[in-house]
């Protein structure tokens, strides 16, 4: 096996003995544990597991260790998925008029800190078709109406397939995507939107929180399902902030909460670090990758 470290993620039905068995299979198959770690939902019965492991040393295929697991994993009910890290994630960011998010996730992959090849930016609009060419990245410009939306999700749906491309990340991208195209990338398309939603929405969110004396702003980042903005939810966060706010200064701190949250999200689905159950997504933190 080429890649050094491998990675699981488990769920199952909570049982006894099921770390003992886990470890021990990776054990007698020559791998070390480098990290393991685990979570019980008391309140649905079911465990979760990331473990990572360090392969050097083991001759062992992946195609035999996944029929290997395959079959300790079918009696105990385990849902897993395995990450070999020797590939690196294709990722395709769709935006419309906002730019602080798409610069930021591209500076990020440019400096290493996002593991991932940009391969494209989709957005309705040109507007920040400059920026796609600061870092010399595709960008297509495909606009949409009322009557077009399906030819122009269609066009998309080509193009990231055509690409490979295993995320989308919607970094701002102001279009109500189809339950068609979401079913089509279940749990690959993460969301990023201020967290006054529902309380402030349609246009100019915090001009409305300014008008309410809001005194916390926030940004949640969640995986993309049919349900509008009620996905799993993968990080948020929040800042404190007075009646001297201005609906500037709410916009623009905003704005630096949503590049921390849609990274962080970006991140751990790249890390191979969350394990979605139901609406819910269980996020573990980085073990010293």
């Known amino acids: 096996m080429k890649s050094q470290v491998v990675s699981f993620l488990i769920k199952c039905p909570d049982q006894k003995g099921l770390v003992a068995k886990i470890t021990s299979f990776f054990y007698e198959k020559g791998f070390n544990i480098l990290s393991s770690q685990q979570y019980v939902n008391s309140i649905e019965n079911t ?14 295929s992946k195609e035999t260790l996944e029929n290997n697991f395959l079959q300790l994993a079918a009696p105990l009910n385990i849902d897993w998925s395995v990450n070999y890290g020797d590939k690196k994630q ?14 930021d996730l591209l500076e990020r992959s440019k400096e290493g800190r996002l593991d991932c090849n940009v391969k494209m930016i989709i957005s309705n609009h040109n507007k920040l078709r400059y920026i796609a060419d600061m870092f010399n990245v595709p960008f297509y410009h495909l606009p949409v109406t009322k009557e077009t939306k399906k030819d122009q999700e269609d066009q998309i749906v080509q193009l990231l397939d055509s690409n490979g491309v295993d995320l989308v990340i919607m970094a701002r991208y102001m279009q109500i995507l189809s339950a068609d195209f979401i079913n089509h990338y279940p749990e690959k ?6 967290s006054f939603l ?11 929180a300014y008008e309410r004396g809001v005194k916390l702003i926030g940004a949640t980042a969640h995986y993309a399902t049919v349900d509008l903005d009620e996905g799993p939810i993968i ?13 500037t200064t709410l916009k623009r701190i905003g704005a630096d909460i949503e590049k921390l949250v849609l990274a962080r999200a970006v991140k751990n689905h790249l890390n191979h670090q969350i394990i979605v159950s139901g609406n819910r997504a269980v996020v573990f933190p980085e073990a010293g990758e």
């Not at 465990?47 to 062992?60: C, H, P, S």
């Not at 990722?91 to 998010?101: D, E, G, L, R, Y």
């Not at 398309?189 to 201020?194: E, K, Q």
């Open 90 to 103: 294709n990722v395709a960011i769709m935006v419309s008029h906002t730019s602080h998010n798409l610069y």
């Open 235 to 247: 990080e948020q966060d929040v800042k404190p902030v007075t009646h001297e706010s201005t609906p």
């Open 198 to 208: 529902p309380a402030f929405q349609g246009a100019n969110p915090y001009k409305k």
């Open 47 to 60: 465990y979760f597991m990331r473990v990572r492991l360090n392969a050097e040393g083991t001759d062992i």
């Open 189 to 194: 398309i993460i969301n990023i939107h201020h």
